[in-house]
């Protein structure tokens, strides 16, 4: 970072510091615990295993689950959003989910390795993901009180490539500390689980703590002067939603037709992760701790290549880099489910590839939106980005469990992926690129 990181409304915030942005990042790095062990490479990969059931049948289950979530999601983001902006207490609510979603990874450990756990297992994914979206949403819009109009994308690059590189870390940690060794640290077994529940108790104490910097150092948001609003009650807030979108759809047409492109392939992108470690080990045959090592190298060069998008959607924009991302990924993820049948170099190659694309298009995305939004409506709109994600977030989900059902067999729930990612591109391509701040 070599410019200074102002903003423009320097009366309604304090200038933030370089130190600033490094904490708000931190809450990234520490994220991984719910991103990378969670919900991609080891508790989803645990309780889709032999020794909850069918293999495919808990796959499509858990794509079910995910479904009800999105949905849980899309009715509440925005609403959780706009109050947290009118009411100037938008760290105080980013603080609030991120240690429910603590609370929920921890409680992961009392899953054993048992059918009778699954529907447990099941429930707490599906609820850490709504309270994770919860904490993005103010996360997202902490963005622009950490950059400028010329930083933003090599902050918002700097935040994901974070995630990434801490998940390389903790997976390090978890897998030659408890996974990998018949005994591990504190006499770790593998036994009824074992190994993976303590996993989550790591994981839940990792997102914790990398959580506490942003808490700490940033300053809480106060809302500016002209963009401050009368406090209504949680039913109210959905008029003064339905009005906002009104107005949105009259004063910045193109914004809503980006909300609906990004929400469709932000799906698909979250789809690649979320049942990335599940083909791996179901379709592939990876063991539980050839799906980490996997991991660990998926994270190693989604976190460089975000890491370097963020320098080019700063002087390239975000379209070209979410437009080639996206192609990336379906070229990528159409040579996975055509050549799965050639085993795990396969999955090695073309599946580590779609890696490559997934954090340059979410990082992309986000700034896209970013640049658009005026100062004490980031939650709010950054709410409806995530309610227009989790209104499609039934999608890659969907598709997925879809595939399974009908065709029987994991590896064609990679092409109901495929074909969510191959919409939002789609409905990306007629967005018009540069336009005026939505007011």
Not at 113 to 135: I, K, M, R, T, Y
Not at 396 to 425: D, R, S
């Amino acid at each position: 970072m070599t410019e200074p990181l102002v903003i423009a409304d320097n009366d309604a915030n304090p200038v933030p510091e370089r130190g600033h942005v490094v904490a708000w990042a931190f809450w990234d790095w520490g994220s991984a615990a719910f991103n990378a062990v969670v919900t991609t490479f080891v508790f989803t990969v645990y309780i889709t295993g032999s020794a909850f059931g069918d293999k495919d049948v808990i796959s499509a289950q858990l794509g079910w689950a995910l479904a009800i979530a999105g949905f849980l999601i899309a009715v509440l983001a925005p609403v959780t959003g706009q109050r947290s902006d009118t009411s100037g207490r938008r760290k105080f609510w980013l603080g609030v989910n991120t240690f429910i979603v603590v609370a929920l990874t921890a409680a992961m450990f009392f899953v054993e390795a048992s059918p009778a756990f699954l529907l447990l297992g099941l429930f707490l994914v599906a609820a850490g993901n709504v309270f994770f979206e919860f904490a993005g949403v103010n996360y997202n819009a902490m963005l622009a009180q950490v950059s400028t109009p010329r930083t933003i994308g090599k902050v918002s690059g700097f935040g994901w490539g974070m995630g990434y590189l801490g998940g390389i870390v903790l997976l390090l940690i978890v897998y030659f500390g408890f996974i990998k060794p018949e005994v591990g640290l504190f006499g770790v077994t593998s036994e009824n689980g074992l190994a993976v529940r303590v996993t989550m108790l790591i994981s839940a104490a990792w997102f914790g703590l990398f959580a506490l910097p942003v808490l700490l150092r940033v300053p809480e948001y106060r809302t500016p002067p002209a963009a401050r609003r009368d406090r209504v009650g949680f039913f109210r807030s959905y008029a003064v939603l339905g009005h906002d979108i009104a107005r949105l759809w009259r004063t910045s047409r193109q914004t809503v037709y980006f909300l609906i492109a990004s929400a469709v392939f932000r799906d698909g992108l979250a789809g690649v992760f979320t049942f990335g470690g599940v083909l791996a080990a179901s379709v592939f045959g990876f063991s539980p701790g050839e799906v980490i090592i996997f991991a660990i190298a998926a994270n190693v060069v989604a976190g460089i290549a975000t890491i370097i998008s963020g320098s080019l959607d700063d002087r390239l924009g975000s379209k070209p880099i979410i437009v080639t991302a996206l192609v990336g990924l379906i070229i990528c993820g159409g040579l996975v489910f055509f050549l799965h049948d050639g085993g795990q170099i396969v999955f090695w190659t073309a599946g580590l590839a779609l890696t490559l694309f997934v954090g340059p298009a979410q990082s992309a995305s986000r700034t896209f939106l970013a640049r658009l939004i005026p100062a004490g409506r980031e939650g709010e709109v950054f709410g409806l980005y995530a309610t227009t994600g989790r209104a499609a977030s039934f999608l890659a989900p969907t598709a997925f469990a879809l595939m399974v059902t009908i065709f029987g067999e994991t590896y064609w729930g990679i092409l109901g992926i495929v074909l969510v990612l191959l919409l939002g591109l789609l409905l990306l391509l007629p967005v018009v690129a540069k336009q005026q701040k939505i007011t």
